[in-house]
């Protein structure tokens, strides 16, 4: 591959999103492509600040402020870690993207189209995959202590956003509510075919 390759993956706290980024990640080093994971908010210092001053907070901050600080973070993420990686050929796996903003900000009453205007810095991704588990799964996943965004009435709202990128053709929807083998191997499919394509 000359050029890498940026996939990332969607869905609902809980939806399995995370392990299934890592075991895509493991499946593409296995047949020898060089595949690295990354993951929203980030593992930078705005990253930090969303985990400490947004996620962990008993109310929610003003939604505006949410998506700027993702916004921020986004910017931060694809200059620092998915350009550089692209660059080097690799395949970049995110665990969360532009897409969650959409979905997340915009279920709270943030205009998307404004969302989409302060993330401009964000770049396409080349596959971008949702994985869709009905809300009442989700909330039976859930243990202990949740996040601000994790009520059902907040969860139903972003699942409908999700839904209509959905069918707009801006993200892949798979079933989420299947074994997590099941799971890889349509996420396996949909990537080597799109890999495949790009290389015709």
């Known amino acids: 591959m000359k050029k890498g390759f940026f996939i990332c993956i969607e869905g609902l706290d809980k939806s399995g999103k995370t392990t299934q980024s890592v075991l895509l990640v493991e499946t593409l080093c296995r047949m020898g492509y060089d595949a690295i994971y990354t993951s929203e908010p980030s593992c930078g ?40 990686n692209l660059e080097k050929g690799k395949i970049v796996i995110s665990d969360r993207y532009l897409f969650s903003s959409l979905a997340y900000q915009g279920a709270a009453g943030v205009d998307i189209d404004w969302i989409k205007e302060i993330n401009k810095a964000a770049i396409k991704p080349d596959l971008a995959i949702y994985i869709d588990v009905p809300v009442d799964v989700i909330l039976n996943r859930y243990q202990g202590r949740r996040s601000v965004m994790e009520c059902r009435e907040t969860q139903e ?12 053709g801006e993200l892949i929807l798979v079933d989420g509510d299947r074994s997590v083998e099941d799971i890889a191997k349509e996420i396996e499919n949909l990537v080597l075919k799109k890999l495949g394509l790009k290389g015709a």
């Open 45 to 84: 210092k705005i990253g930090d600040f969303i985990r400490e001053y947004v996620l962990n907070r008993k109310e929610r901050v003003s939604v505006t402020v949410e998506a700027l600080l993702f916004a921020a973070d986004r910017a931060e993420h694809t200059e620092s870690v998915i350009k550089p």
């Open 157 to 168: 709202k972003v699942r409908e956003i999700y839904m209509k990128l959905v069918q707009s």
